[in-house]
């Protein structure tokens, strides 16, 4: 027993500001993604990042069936884009610009970066899984992030 409710811990986790991606692959040559902010850089060397998509994920299964994906970061003008990509059963690719990277995973057009990388190791924590990718090529470009805070999307004012 925990002295908070999930509401609780939502509301106070939701406090650590943070940017906010795209996680995308192909599935039997259809694009797939979802929005996600568990995002984070795991080791230089090896060169590897991490995220957590959740077991109750429609997509996450379709993105990771070649185990190539791309990290798109999103840039300050495509808040719809990360509203869109979060719901489920939405067609989320519809009238969105994309080239495919090295590893074939889609690389969304106007994103401000990109890590291609190739999922290593998947962990099974609670309701999510922690997915462990090694990254094989990355760039990114002249801009500003997208962040979210409290359960709201911002910019970045230095
Ligand atoms: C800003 C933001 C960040 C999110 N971060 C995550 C995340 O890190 N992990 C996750 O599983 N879902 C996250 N979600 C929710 C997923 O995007 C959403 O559950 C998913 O896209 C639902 O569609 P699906 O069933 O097709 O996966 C986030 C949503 C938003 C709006």
């Known amino acids: 027993m925990t002295g908070f409710d999930q509401g609780?811990?939502?509301?106070?986790?939701?406090?650590?500001?943070?940017?906010v991606a795209l996680v995308t692959g192909m599935h039997r040559g259809h694009p797939s993604g979802f929005?996600?902010?568990s995002f984070f850089s795991l080791s230089l060397a090896p060169?590897?990042?991490?995220?957590?998509?959740?077991?109750?994920?429609?997509?996450?299964?379709?993105?990771?069936?070649?185990?190539?994906?791309?990290?798109?970061?999103?840039?300050?003008d495509q808040e719809a884009l990360a509203r869109v990509f979060s719901q489920s059963g939405a067609d989320k690719f519809a009238g969105v610009g994309w080239s495919p990277a090295a590893n074939g995973a889609p690389r969304l057009h106007g994103a401000l970066a990109w890590i291609d990388c190739a999922i290593e190791q998947v962990h099974e924590h609670g309701d999510h899984y922690l997915v462990v990718a090694r990254?094989?090529?990355?760039?990114?470009?002249?801009?500003?992030?997208?962040?979210?805070?409290?359960?709201g999307?911002?910019?970045?004012?230095?």
């Not at 609780?8 to 940017?19: D, K, N």
């Not at 990254?135 to 359960?151: E, I, K």
């Open 8 to 19: 609780e811990f939502r509301t106070v986790l939701g406090h650590f500001a943070s940017g």
């Open 35 to 37: 929005t996600c902010q």
């Open 47 to 76: 060169p590897l990042v991490a995220f957590a998509p959740g077991k109750a994920s429609q997509s996450w299964p379709r993105v990771s069936s070649t185990s190539q994906v791309c990290v798109n970061i999103l840039a300050s």
């Open 135 to 151: 990254v094989s090529d990355l760039d990114s470009r002249p801009g500003q992030p997208l962040l979210f805070y409290r359960a």
């Open 153 to 158: 999307f911002g910019n970045f004012s230095p």
